[in-house]
């Protein structure tokens, strides 16, 4: 199916475990990024992507890896979770720059580190 | 510095009329995005502003002042469906990557 999709949709680990969340979009869209959202701190940007192998960092990136081998692909690797990480995780792609510079977003994945 | 401000909560009557402002600095402001998220849901698109004055799409609309560095998001025919989060988000023409605020929640009571 076309458009961003985003799995697991949810998650629960543990402390220490390394977690991998992917995310797929089938538009060729050049940005690829990844935000949390927690209450009280809206959407943040954690890593970004402007084409594969570019990647860069966003807001909040530290404790997160990420890897953009094939354009429709940009998955996003906890190394070692930590509790504070328990969040929504959401997926977006766009091509910047054109028209209205609109965001596609997946579905979100909602990890829950114990 | 970077900042953006918006109103936290937001409630309204059905039919009626509501105003989301919205107050950003932003190192070469490119451009103002508005998305929607009910809860539990994704962000979703609304509209955009480049250029100051009043975008039209339906029973919303978005005004952009560069100069004030400030826009709105304007809601009419309020509908219970429109109960969800706002956010505005401001871009760069460095990277036209936009920064979310922590949003706006809209409660519309019928």
């Known amino acids: 199916d076309a458009g961003i999709t985003q799995s697991p949709r949810y998650k629960i680990t543990e402390t220490g475990r390394q977690v991998t969340l992917m995310c797929h979009q089938t538009?060729?869209?050049?940005?690829m990024f990844w935000y949390r959202q927690d209450l009280g701190h809206g959407l943040r940007l954690i890593y970004y992507?402007?084409?594969?192998?570019?990647?860069d960092k966003g807001e909040v990136p530290d404790g997160y890896v990420v890897s953009r081998s094939k354009t429709e692909n940009f998955p996003l690797t906890l190394e070692s979770a930590t509790r504070s990480q328990t969040s929504v995780y959401f997926c977006?792609?766009?091509?910047?720059?054109?028209?209205?510079?609109?965001?596609?977003f997946g579905p979100g994945t909602r990890l829950t580190v114990l | 510095g970077q900042s953006l401000e918006q109103p936290s909560e937001v409630t309204a009557v059905e039919g009626a009329i509501v105003q989301i402002n919205c107050t950003y600095q932003?190192?070469?402001?490119?451009?103002l995005s508005w998305y929607q998220q009910h809860d539990g849901g994704a962000p979703t698109f609304l509209s955009y502003?480049?250029?100051?004055g009043l975008e039209e799409t339906g029973r919303f609309s978005s005004f952009l002042s560069r100069s004030d560095s400030y826009g709105y998001l304007l809601l009419q025919e309020l509908q219970m469906k429109d109960s969800a989060s706002y956010f505005c988000a401001p871009s760069s023409g460095g990277s036209y990557i936009p920064t979310f605020g922590r949003g706006t929640s809209l409660i519309v009571h019928p």
């Open positions: 977006a792609s766009n091509n910047p720059g054109q028209g209205a510079n609109e965001q596609f």
């Open positions: 932003t190192s070469g402001f490119y451009g």
């Open positions: 502003n480049a250029l100051d």
């Open positions: 992507s402007a084409a594969a192998d570019i990647t």
């Open positions: 538009w060729s869209h050049s940005y």
